[in-house]
């Protein structure tokens, strides 16, 4: 009699002891998968496998439920096979045996393959009993996750229809992952052109400081302040009412960091200076009545600084605020934007602008970009949105929930 059998709720643990006894070490998923699949069939489910060996198993919606959201519950089949030296166990056969101490779970000598053992269980559990109120469900299985997640990777495409996921891998006891900081990288070169300014314009250093910074995936729920994007935004805003050149912008400097600081440096005609600055001032003033609860640190910088001579063609700085939206702004919808500077290599005579992104919208946002700078004229006046109105339009044209 197994230690688990008594255990609430009964279900689950009776699946965890089915689990525990297949052999599934990563890369040897065939004894779980087939288990799986003879589950789906004995319950009357539907399910689909891939060619890299993945597994979904597909629940209707319960009686009343079925205008709900479809729910993908996420687990990996495979786990890590660790022994302690002395102990002899096969793990292309043995089930892992069980001990309890007080009332926590152990193998003995073994790994446990709770990670993923566990999600597998719950999804099981969940499958199987109709007690249970639930919109639909499609159930995903992965395989060999602990080695580089090629199975999650190698997903095909018409394997899920579900739009809402929760992985069902945690490390933390207590915590249900529903979402993740992502890791893909977008980056995106602007070419620009240079050209050269009249001698009497005068040179100004626009620079945000003070902001708080932190991890890009870890805290950006906090909604902290991004120093490129709130450069994008200060940019945008003054050159609705002043003629600026824009000879230099940098900001950020780490993959992983939200952006603490940026700077942009302009030139303009010196009647304009007193206007520019004032406007500039009650941007920065809006702009930390916003963030002040989360970056009270926040502030702008202008000084003076040399006229350079030459700086980005209109043209370019309309391709770096992009036409109808800062390009900036649009790219970091998400918070994302992680680095920005003007290339200092010359590829032929050419700059290049370098973006570089976290997020996905990105790649979708360039493409509007491009859109915009193919045909100026589809929109007469540029209006300047909030965030929360772009992110609602970009996730809308992803078709994201
Ligand atoms: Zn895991």
Redesign the pocket.
């Known amino acids: 009699m197994s230690v688990i059998e008594n255990l609430e709720p009964k279900l689950l643990w009776k699946y965890f002891d089915d689990v525990r006894k297949i052999p599934r070490c990563s890369k040897h998923e065939e004894k779980i998968r087939e288990y799986l699949v003879n589950f789906a069939k004995e319950q009357k489910l539907d399910y689909k496998t891939d060619k890299p060996g993945n597994v979904v198993i597909t629940k209707p919606a319960s009686p009343g439920m079925e205008d709900k959201p479809i729910v993908i519950l996420q687990s990996?089949m495979d786990m890590v096979c660790e022994k302690n030296s002395d102990v002899e166990h096969d793990f292309s056969k043995d089930p892992i045996k069980l001990k309890i101490k007080g009332d926590i779970l152990l193998a003995d000598g073994t790994t446990l393959g709770a990670?993923?053992g566990i999600g597998v269980a719950t999804s099981l559990a969940i499958l199987e009993d109709r007690t249970l109120k639930h919109g639909p469900i499609e159930a995903l299985f992965t395989v060999d996750?602990?080695t580089g997640l090629t199975g999650a990777f190698a997903l095909e495409s018409d394997m899920l229809s579900g739009k809402i996921m929760l992985n069902i891998?945690s490390e933390d006891f207590g915590i249900l992952t529903v979402g993740c900081a992502g890791g893909g990288d977008t980056k995106i070169k602007l070419p620009i052109k240079k050209e050269s300014i009249d001698k009497n314009l005068i040179g100004l250093s626009i620079k945000i400081s003070g902001l708080r910074g932190g991890h890009s995936g870890v805290d950006i729920h906090e909604q902290r302040a991004n120093a490129i994007k709130l450069l994008s935004r200060i940019l945008w805003k003054t050159s609705q009412n002043h003629e600026f050149y824009l000879f230099d912008i940098k900001g950020g400097d780490k993959h992983n960091a939200i952006p603490r600081e940026s700077y942009a440096k302009v030139c303009l005609d010196s009647n304009d200076k007193d206007k520019f600055l004032s406007d500039i001032k009650s941007e920065e003033k809006t702009i930390l009545a916003e963030v002040k609860s989360i970056d009270p640190k926040f502030k702008v910088n202008v000084e003076s600084i040399d006229n350079p001579n030459s700086a980005l063609t209109k043209e370019s700085k309309i391709s770096l605020g992009s036409v109808k939206e800062p390009t900036l702004t649009l790219l970091d919808s998400k918070g994302e934007t992680k680095e920005i500077k003007i290339a200092e290599k010359l590829e032929k005579g050419k700059y290049n602008i370098e973006i570089e992104s976290a997020s996905r919208i990105a790649a979708k946002a360039v493409e509007m970009i491009q859109k915009d700078l193919d045909d100026p004229n589809s929109d007469e006046k540029p209006a300047y949105r909030t965030d929360q109105e772009w992110e609602k339009q970009l996730k809308s044209s992803l078709n994201w929930p």
Do not use: L, S
């Open positions: 990996h990670d993923d996750e602990e891998d």
